[in-house]
């Protein structure tokens, strides 16, 4: 990032940090993370002045980029370290993506709207950042062929969670996915060494539907 345009984007982002530490972020590598990632680049030229405000935006076919302080929630709650394998399903705009790739993670992520999925992987790669994968998929099943992973994050409200995620999850793993109907509830599932299930819940949020099947 070096043009004048994206210059003037810093000292937003930088607010946009400080009011995600003063709300409860306390992970000095997400909050790091996201005072890389150009937020206004992930969405239309015409919302870019909206692009550091604490709030979700339509990046078109009825779906959001997440609140920034819902990113940085469930960012920290994954608790990625570099190397890490993590699946993300619901790439939307490749905002979390790129938030992801910061932190050292080799991303998969699966998107079910085509056109939502060859968008991003563009956006991505013309701001330098490469994930493993981008998957015109239906994250209901997984990613069987590159499982298991060491991180799940599912950024789309799903009714329940997906029995494809807990399989994919490795052992000693960690998913975090918001879980009900309307309003969901953030859960952090931990997968222990012998592959039982552990859950707790982080509060409230609400997100645009998991939906089944591609579109
Ligand atoms: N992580 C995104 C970002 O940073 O822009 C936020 C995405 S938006 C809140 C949720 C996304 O999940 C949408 O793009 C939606 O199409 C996608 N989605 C919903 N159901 C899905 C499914 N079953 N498989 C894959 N993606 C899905």
Do not use: C, W
């Not at 996201?34 to 015409?46: E, K």
């Not at 062929?145 to 799940?152: N, T």
């Not at 789309?156 to 975090?176: I, Q, S």
């Not at 982080?202 to 099947?213: A, D, I, S």
Request: without cysteine; hydrophobic residues 40%; aromatic residues 8%.
């Amino acid at each position: 990032m070096n043009s004048t345009d994206d210059l003037k984007f810093v000292r937003p982002r930088n607010e946009l940090v400080a009011t995600l530490r003063a709300k409860g972020i306390t992970d000095p590598r997400v909050l790091d993370a996201i005072a890389r990632v150009p937020r206004h680049r992930f969405v239309d030229p015409s919302l870019e002045r909206l692009a550091y405000e604490d709030r979700p935006l339509p990046i078109g076919n009825e779906q959001t980029i997440s609140q920034p302080f819902t990113v940085a929630f469930m960012t920290q709650l994954l608790d990625v370290h570099p190397g890490m394998k993590v699946l993300e399903v619901g790439t939307g705009s490749g905002y979390q993506t790129a938030v992801l790739l910061e932190l050292g993670a080799r991303v998969y992520s699966v998107e079910r709207i085509k056109e939502l999925a060859e968008e991003a992987k563009v956006r991505l790669e013309n701001l330098g950042y490469f994930p493993e994968r981008i998957v015109y998929g239906d994250g209901y099943a997984g990613l069987p062929v590159f499982a298991p992973f060491d991180r799940i994050i599912v950024t789309a409200g799903a009714p329940y969670v997906p029995p494809a995620l807990t399989e994919h999850l490795a052992p000693g793993g960690l998913m975090v996915i918001p879980v009900g109907q309307g309003v969901q509830e953030m859960l952090r599932i931990e997968k222990d060494a012998e592959g039982r299930l552990h859950t707790r819940s982080y509060g409230e949020f609400t997100f645009v539907p998991l939906k089944g099947g591609k579109q």
